[in-house]
């Protein structure tokens, strides 16, 4: 029993241990933007990387999730007589929830897998003690322009998330379930407040923070080779997604529970 | 201003463990001026955690470090990257930055390091590559498309790019066929003389360190066991070096080899 009670000891000691290295990686890595130099083509480029390369793959996942969930409510609502609601239930759905949470994903497995595994190659290639030896900070050079490029191409992923996802909703209920379009149009655009979408936009700033700060501690903390690289590949990925869904229950809780 | 008969680099001290294994157990040493010295061990005696521990690239449990008298433990952020600015670093594999072309590679410490700008950064790594035996149309290529022994010649001229008063070898000739480690040496040989720096280099390779070595010491055990000329190697005072230099699986170091 005492056994048992201490390997649970050791693992809350471990959780807490990581939680506070990686608060203090955040921490640090941040306060790199306090002082010069700065990377601004850096910064660019993983915009560019995270946020326009990520535009097909969030584009086509964004398009078929507003299709189904029309063809779903449709399914649901006409038990009801409630068919009417189609267009408000997608709309607000994609921009509260899933508009943030499947780009979220999307650019988690794609983005931050990518930058655990460059960090990971570069540390275990002894490039990251070698940037240290040019007297360059790595946190400064490699993991900075990430967060910040995280920070602010997520809410502009979501955007373009946002309206494919409704523009699939409207296909399914204009040309499938027989829609007038433009009531449907008008529909979308009477109950849609302000506030739903920034939430998202809101969201969507931190999930772009999470993806890209998972993606590079883990990386920067990958040791052991190729086997540690895809280890750390892994963790990324998995804490990345986890957190996302963890952080979409809590900043909903603050933005809509009443 | 440094005096001038201290040390360029004095270690005392240093201890280093990972776990319950100690890996340095108070090593001492001194590296004066325009002396290159090599430091011998075997594999897996911490002669890589030594290097790193002076460079600021471990955190050394115990001891000291001092460069010109200075001590460099604690150093941190703007102090630390002042010190660095004084450091070249040729590292076991290279260690390039497999994203940027190699003129890119050579030129990075200038133009991250210190603010140079790109035109002159770039005229100042062609001139280096130069140096270590590589045309200009190398410096357009990237790592990848290059031999090993070309990618440490690149590393070579990454680590004296800025011209640093103190250079680190970590393994040059690792790696290398034979003729190639006699370019690397020569270079390094060439490079330490024409800089005026004093260098430190660690390696196993006999033949690379009577080539670059003014003096040898003999890590064994976390400890410096041996120090001395390079003319003395062959004749040291003391078995385990005789036995190291000699390459002899009969003497006092005992290799851990179980039996299947």
């Known amino acids: 029993m005492i056994g048992f009670l201490a390997s649970i000891g050791a693992l809350f000691i471990a959780f807490l241990a990581t939680v506070g290295r990686l608060v203090a990686f955040a921490m640090q890595s941040l306060g790199a933007a306090v002082t010069p130099p700065y990377y601004p083509r850096l910064i660019l480029r993983q915009i560019v990387d995270i946020g326009y390369f990520s535009l097909p793959v969030v584009g086509l996942t964004a398009v078929f999730t507003g299709m189904v969930l029309a063809l779903q409510s449709y399914t649901g609502f006409s038990r009801f007589n409630a068919e009417s609601a189609v267009a408000t239930v997608v709309v607000l759905s994609v921009t509260r929830e899933l508009g943030p949470v499947i780009a979220g994903l999307m650019v988690a497995g794609r983005v931050g897998a990518a930058m655990a595994a460059e960090i990971g190659t570069m540390r275990v290639t002894d490039q990251i003690d070698a940037l240290v030896t040019l007297s360059t900070d790595p946190l400064r050079y490699l993991v900075l322009p990430r967060l910040v490029a995280g920070l602010v191409a997520l809410p502009f992923l979501v955007l373009v998330a946002d309206i494919i996802g409704v523009f699939g909703g409207f296909l399914v209920g204009a040309y499938k379930l027989n829609f007038n379009p433009v009531s449907y149009l008008t529909q979308t655009g009477e109950h849609l407040e302000t506030m739903d979408v920034v939430s998202g936009l809101i969201k969507a700033a931190v999930f772009g923070f999470i993806i890209t700060l998972m993606g590079c501690y883990h990386g920067y903390q990958s040791r052991g080779g190729a086997a540690g690289v895809g280890q750390a590949t892994t963790h990324a990925v998995v804490s990345a997604s986890i957190l996302i869904l963890v952080l979409d229950y809590l900043l909903t809780a603050v933005f809509f529970a009443k | ?260």
């Open chain 2, 1 to 260: 201003m440094s005096d001038p008969i201290a040390p360029k680099i004095s270690v005392r001290g240093l201890k280093k463990s990972f776990g319950p294994k100690r890996v340095l157990d108070g090593v001492d040493f001194d590296c004066a001026a325009g002396e290159s010295l090599v430091i011998i061990g075997g594999s897996g005696t911490g002669k890589s955690v030594l290097l790193r521990s002076i460079l600021g690239l471990l955190r050394p449990d115990a001891g000291s470090i001092r460069v010109d008298g200075m001590e460099t433990q604690g150093l941190r952020g703007a102090a630390r990257m002042s010190l660095m600015h004084r450091f070249g670093m040729l590292f076991q594999d290279g260690a390039l930055f497999d994203s940027l072309r190699v003129w890119e590679n050579v030129a990075f410490g200038l133009i991250q390091g210190r603010g140079m700008a790109s035109d002159e950064a770039r005229e100042i790594a062609m001139k280096k590559l130069a140096a270590v035996g590589l045309g200009p149309e190398v410096g357009a290529l990237s790592p990848a498309e290059l031999s090993g022994g070309m990618q440490k010649r690149v590393a070579l001229a990454r680590a004296i790019a800025a011209e640093p008063e103190i250079l680190f070898f970590d393994e040059p000739t690792t790696g290398l066929d034979p003729i190639m480690a006699d370019v690397i040496n020569h270079l390094i040989v060439d490079c330490v003389r024409e800089l005026g720096a004093t260098a430190i280099s660690i390696t196993h390779d006999m033949v690379s360190t009577r080539k670059i070595a003014d003096r040898v010491a003999m890590l064994h055990n976390g400890r410096i066991i041996w120090q001395g000329p390079t003319a003395e190697i062959d004749h040291p005072d003391n078995a385990h070096v005789d036995q190291f230099v000699h390459g002899r699986a009969e003497g006092p170091i005992q290799m851990e080899v179980r039996a299947a």
